[in-house]
């Protein structure tokens, strides 16, 4: 479909493939339209602790472009408890 359609494309929580570093440079050289994003973060930051720091640096650095950096979490005001949401998502990062 990236091929067929050439629109940007998020692949998200870092194409669903975060401890495959390599598929990821595979998956961004052949296509120029494709973004991935580092959300879901345990998940996302459990798999890249098992890279190297330089292959890491390699990676980022290379796609520094098209690596998006955020967070899924979405909170309303029904989360916010005594003017801050800390308690329920601190967990989270």
């Known amino acids: 479909m990236l091929d067929r359609f ?3 494309t998020i692949g998200a929580h870092m194409a669903g493939s975060p401890e495959d570093l ?3 440079d595979g998956l961004l ?3 120029s339209n494709l973004f991935i994003d580092c959300s879901a973060t345990r998940w996302i930051v459990r798999a890249l602790s ?3 720091m330089e292959r ?3 990676f ?3 796609w520094s472009e098209r690596v998006l ?3 899924e979490n979405v909170v309303e005001d029904r989360h916010i408890v005594d003017g801050s949401s800390t308690d329920l998502y601190a ?3």
């Open 50 to 52: 098992e890279h190297t």
């Open 6 to 8: 050439q629109v940007p």
């Open 29 to 31: 050289i052949r296509h």
């Open 22 to 24: 390599d598929r990821l």
């Open 60 to 62: 980022f650095t290379q």
């Open 91 to 93: 967990s989270r990062y």
């Open 69 to 71: 950096f955020g967070s």
């Open 56 to 58: 890491l640096q390699k």
